[in-house]
């Protein structure tokens, strides 16, 4: 009963990390008129908290070895806390983007250490809690944008108070919960980070090999997405819908892809989701109807969030309690690069002239091919699982 009380902790820790990283992008009108500044200067703000998302991940991994996890994760959310309350009385350019960056550095160790944690203390339920955990998350990037919309009727700085104070409430009540809960044990095996890392690297290039492609394309996918609606006719409000399905649909997504990874083979499923996520893609780009269009926006954000609770489900099932927390830490350091680069892809290509249709079916093609190459692979009992 205390884990399952820890657990929920956590589902609230990790909806407010995930909407300190996506409640700047609302914001930037925002901050384009309070601070007179450029659409450069302000699209720094929102990647300062992306980077930071993935700066510290690789030292997080090292500290999990002398660190125990729980310990790691409260102090994430001390971060998170701290971090908001520098934005939210930012007065200058410069302390905005500390805070942004800050914030993004609390989410980046909180899910380095919260997810290995997450699969010790429920071991035979690796899947699900990922699932559920994934879908608290998700629901932030829903409602980042209405709930800016609502504060900016009193002050935009509201919205990153809230932050900072739902963030301190629900990081005190975890440290309490976590004082009077029985923590795994499975951790204190992993004590050397380089040689964890190293003794999984099949596993670890394994991983990227099946997911690094598909969260690349995902990425410059959704940052382009409602431009690339309106290419296809849809007004801006009905463009900015379908954005809004898209993160909608990732919801249920994270609950049932979670669920299934527990109950099927976990490379064989995580080919299934990459080989839906082309075709689904492939067939957005052959529609124009404002119906299809919104039919297939839907299977697309199903199919691709299902992909990140198998994945955590893969690596966190599969790795020994020797060497979960190091070699977690080195794929999601290297996914999250991955991830990262996207977005700057996806807009060369468009300033070479090739149409979003063009780019995006490519993309659907290539991961196609991938796929059947690794099916090929997993067949002959090549990729380990």
């Given at each position: 009963?205390?884990?399952?009380?820890?657990?929920?902790?956590?589902?609230?820790?990790?909806?407010?990390?995930?909407?300190a990283r996506v409640i700047f992008a609302p914001l930037l009108d925002v901050f384009i008129g309070e601070f007179a500044i450029g659409e450069a200067t302000a699209g720094?703000?929102?990647?300062?908290?992306?980077?930071?998302?993935?700066?510290?991940?690789?030292?997080?991994?090292?500290?999990?070895?002398?660190?125990?996890?729980?310990?790691?994760?409260?102090?994430?959310g001390l971060i998170l806390a701290a971090s908001s309350a520098i934005a939210a009385t930012a007065t200058t350019v410069p302390r905005l983007m500390s805070g942004a960056f800050l914030m993004g550095i609390?989410?980046?160790?909180?899910?380095?250490?919260?997810?290995?944690?997450?699969?010790?203390?429920?071991?035979?339920?690796?899947?699900?809690?990922?699932?559920?955990?994934?879908?608290?998350?998700?629901?932030?990037?829903?409602?980042?944008?209405?709930?800016v919309a609502l504060t900016l009727l009193v002050d935009w700085r509201l919205s990153l108070w809230a932050i900072a104070v739902g963030a301190a409430v629900v990081t005190v009540a975890t440290w309490l919960i976590a004082s009077n809960t029985e923590m795994p044990t499975a951790g204190r095996a992993d004590r050397d980070f380089v040689a964890g890392a190293l003794s999984e690297w099949r596993l670890i290039v394994t991983a990227l090999a099946i997911v690094g492609a598909p969260v690349f394309v995902w990425q410059g996918l959704f940052n382009f997405y409602e431009l690339y609606m309106q290419s296809k006719g849809l007004s801006d409000r009905a463009a900015g819908m379908a954005l809004t399905i898209v993160f909608?649909?990732?919801?249920?997504?994270?609950?049932?892809?979670?669920?299934?990874?527990?109950?099927?083979?976990?490379?064989?499923?995580?080919?299934?989701?990459?080989?839906?996520?082309?075709?689904?893609?492939?067939?957005?780009?052959?529609?124009?109807?404002?119906?299809?269009l919104v039919v297939i926006t839907a299977i697309?954000?199903?199919?691709?969030?299902?992909?990140?609770?198998?994945?955590?489900?893969?690596?966190?099932?599969?790795?020994?309690?020797?060497?979960?927390?190091?070699?977690?830490?080195?794929?999601?350091?290297?996914?999250?690069?991955?991830?990262a680069l996207g977005s700057s892809a996806v807009g060369l290509f468009l300033e070479q002239g090739y149409t979003y249709d063009t780019v995006f079916s490519s993309a659907a093609l290539l991961l196609g091919a991938s796929v059947v190459v690794l099916v090929v692979l997993e067949r002959r009992g090549r990729l380990p699982s």
């Open positions: 009963m205390t884990r399952t009380r820890l657990f929920a902790s956590l589902c609230g820790l990790v909806f407010f990390l995930n909407l720094l703000i929102v990647t300062l908290a992306w980077v930071g998302s993935s700066s510290l991940r690789l030292p997080t991994g090292w500290l999990l070895t002398k660190v125990p996890r729980h310990h790691i994760v409260i102090g994430s609390a989410s980046g160790v909180y899910f380095v250490s919260a997810n290995p944690l997450l699969s010790e203390l429920f071991p035979s339920r690796v899947g699900r809690v990922m699932g559920i955990h994934g879908a608290a998350s998700q629901i932030a990037a829903v409602i980042a944008a209405p709930f909608a649909a990732g919801v249920p997504a994270f609950y049932f892809g979670g669920d299934l990874a527990d109950r099927f083979p976990k490379v064989p499923y995580l080919l299934g989701i990459v080989g839906a996520f082309a075709a689904s893609l492939l067939a957005l780009t052959a529609v124009d109807s404002l119906v299809a697309v954000g199903f199919v691709v969030h299902a992909l990140f609770p198998a994945t955590d489900t893969y690596l966190l099932d599969t790795l020994p309690d020797s060497t979960r927390g190091s070699a977690y830490a080195v794929f999601s350091s290297a996914w999250m690069l991955t991830q």
